[in-house]
């Protein structure tokens, strides 16, 4: 029996929906900056593999979902820790973002996403960039972040949130945090 599988479809929700969503979940889970992300993974009835799951993200993440508490996170052996901490929060955003919105479409629906989406289909794109969003809102909440970078800087802020410099300095763009040049 093949499997069919459904990719993320984009909501409408903003930037700053997506943000506030994804501290909000956070608070609910009591998922802290500094918390493991895969715990909360197990514990949410999720599995981290690290590998490929056979769809051509053997240098990426993706998950599988059959339901909100039966998904895999793939993971890739080859980039850094901090990086595949922002891939599983990336994969959770696809998750509590668009998995529901497939399931309603059809409830018999596994969902696939992966990093290798067509560069010409919007919805796909718009998923992708919703995924990145609520990653960063969900291991960077603002007042966190914000204090730890105001206080001792980005390098700080990112060790606090388990991320790399580089998204901590999009994360400072998005805030409008001030230059600590």
Sequence with gaps: MTVQYEAPMAIGASKTAVDKFAENVATRLKFNPSDSIEGLIERS?????????????????????????????????????????FTIAHELGHLLLHFGKIKNANPEAVMRATRNVDPNDKKQQKAEWKANWFAAGFLMPRQAFSNAYENKGLSYAARLCGVSDSAAEIRVKTLKLKSRL
């Design 45 to 85: 009835g999720g599995k981290l593999v690290v590998g490929s799951s056979g769809h051509g993200d053997i240098d990426s993440g993706s998950i599988i979902a059959r339901a909100v508490d039966d998904y895999v996170i793939y993971i890739s052996c080859y980039t850094s820790l901090k990086r595949e901490r």
